[in-house]
């Protein structure tokens, strides 16, 4: 259930799994420094960098108290490690739930936070952010899209997830040409040549989608078993069976290639046979990996890979810039959902104290506040 508009992200892609989803990080356009200045910024109270359950929530806690935010994620999908993970998993500790799958969790989130209508902008990374001399926030992503923020919240949970890469020499050449780590724009694949890697549920969805539509198809999975639904892997089978796909069991091994034309990919069998398999195009589904990126990047202390924050506020060492979730660390830190909720609550305050130090602060509750009501939509 969408928690607002849905912003950016290009063509719809493939939510396949491969023990993680696939690949909205995959490389996307990155625009030219004239491209990006040439739209203007989105002007917002705050923008909140990354839709995992905590980002999610700060949306909440900032809408109860009347402040508007915009929220981005490398992924295609919001939920951040639920969502990617483990969606199908049980949750049992979230208060007042005893269990509640984690796909669910972040649906429920997502209807909580719908009376808020904060723009949901997915398939960007935040590549960029500065805080001006004004004291606002220059924040851009991969895609362009631009931010002038007064506040923002780091919800990026472990780092933004990456597909793990096909490894084969010279590949970088071809990443994002004719090697992919995820499907855009489908129907421009049909009547090509495709080489699909991977053993989960993204590589065989697609084997099987593209099976009669692509002018050809190989499969090539590194081993017998499949991590993939049990019936996609038997309707993998059979069409291997009807002749519509080719499948190999073994390791990519180098690229074909003329000059800077890609022809295809050779493949060592695991029975010890080389396969040169033509292709326009190869996919490789081999799941995410989470890679802090460019957050580490931002000026901002670390400590182990995490950013330092106080207790009160869920600041950073640069003010008006919080962080909750995963990605802070503090003294007696876990990293559960419900610690990244009580920090979204108390970072929230703190984020109308600097967007608004003269404004006095009360606790209100939700049971009992008609402001709040209102904000929520609650008929009176
Ligand atoms: C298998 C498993 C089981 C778990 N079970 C439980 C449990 O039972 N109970 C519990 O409390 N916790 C559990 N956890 C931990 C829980 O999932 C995390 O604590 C929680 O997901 C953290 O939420 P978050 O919003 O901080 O970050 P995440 O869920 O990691 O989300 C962060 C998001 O930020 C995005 N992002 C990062 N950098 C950028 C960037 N530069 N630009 C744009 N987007 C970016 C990422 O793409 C991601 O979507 C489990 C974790 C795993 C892996």
Not at 222 to 227: I, K, S, V, Y
Not at 306 to 312: F, G, S
Request: hydrophobic letters at 40%; glycine letters at 12%.
């Amino acid at each position: 259930m969408p928690a607002g508009p849905f912003v950016g992200g290009g063509p719809p892609f493939s939510l396949g799994y491969d023990c993680a989803p696939q690949t909205a990080a995959s490389p996307l356009k990155e625009l030219s420094l004239s491209e990006i200045s040439a739209k203007p910024p989105i002007v917002t109270e705050v923008v909140i960098i990354g839709a995992g359950p905590c980002g999610l929530f700060q949306v909440f806690e900032l809408g109860l108290l009347g402040i508007g935010c915009h929220l981005v994620d490398s992924l295609a999908a919001p939920g951040g490690q639920c969502t990617e993970l483990y969606p199908d998993k049980p949750i049992y500790d979230i208060p007042a739930l005893p269990i509640c799958g984690a796909q669910e969790l972040v649906d429920r989130l997502q209807q909580q936070i719908a009376p808020f209508n904060a723009p949901l902008h997915l398939g960007q990374e935040v590549t960029a952010l500065r805080k001006r001399e004004d004291g606002r926030f220059d924040v851009e992503t991969i895609t362009g899209t631009r931010f002038d923020a007064g506040a923002v919240v780091i919800a990026g949970g472990v780092g933004s997830f990456q597909p793990r890469r096909i490894g084969v020499q010279g590949a970088e050449v071809f990443e994002g040409k004719t090697i992919h780590y995820r499907v855009r724009d489908a129907a421009s694949y049909h009547g090509k040549k495709l080489a699909i890697f991977g053993g989960g549920d993204s590589a065989l969805d697609w084997v099987i989608d593209f099976a009669g539509k692509a002018a050809a198809v190989t499969h090539i999975h590194r081993r017998a078993e499949f991590r993939g639904a049990p019936a996609s892997v038997a309707k993998m089978r059979s069409l291997v069976e009807a002749g519509s796909v080719r499948y190999i069991e073994g390791l990519a091994d180098s690229l074909i290639s003329e000059g800077d034309v890609m022809k295809g990919i050779r493949v060592t069998g695991n029975d010890g046979v080389m396969h040169d398999v033509e292709a326009d195009h190869v996919f490789a589904f081999f799941g995410l990996h989470p890679k802090l990126g460019p957050i580490a990047e931002w000026g901002m202390e670390l400590e182990k890979k995490a950013l330092k924050v106080d207790t009160e506020k869920f600041q950073t060492s640069i003010p008006g810039i919080f962080a909750v979730g995963d990605i802070n660390t503090y003294p007696g830190k876990k990293k559960l959902i419900l610690s990244g909720f009580h920090e979204a609550a108390l970072a929230a305050f703190a984020i109308q104290h600097h967007l608004y130090p003269a404004k006095k602060q009360f606790l209100q509750y939700t049971t009992t506040s008609p402001v709040m009501q209102k904000r929520l939509g609650v008929p009176h």
